[in-house]
């Protein structure tokens, strides 16, 4: 989080510095983008966590399944 918001930091005062056509407007907008700042990457970090279901189900698929060959030693036919 500390890592995002210096970044953030960093792009406004160069958004800043560069466009000074904009100034006013990126005054106005950063703060409400340092707000959003939270619930954004805590919805990317929920989003980029694996479910329990499907480790779940992962899990099932993979007991029921009986392998085709042994696994270890020579087959014996």
């Known amino acids: 989080m500390m890592k995002t918001s210096l970044g953030l930091g960093v792009v406004i005062a160069v958004a800043y510095a560069t466009l000074p056509v904009a100034r006013e407007w990126i005054a106005v ?3 409400f983008l340092f707000f ?3 619930p ?3 919805a ?3 989003k ?3 479910s329990c279901e499907k480790e779940l189900s992962v899990e ?3 007991t029921y399944k009986t392998p085709s ?3 270890y030693g020579p ?3």
């Open 36 to 38: 959003l700042m939270c």
């Open 60 to 62: 099932k698929d993979k």
């Open 29 to 31: 907008s950063a703060p």
């Open 40 to 42: 954004l990457m805590m």
């Open 69 to 71: 060959k042994p696994l």
């Open 75 to 77: 087959s014996r036919h």
């Open 48 to 50: 980029a966590m694996p």
């Open 44 to 46: 990317f970090m929920m």
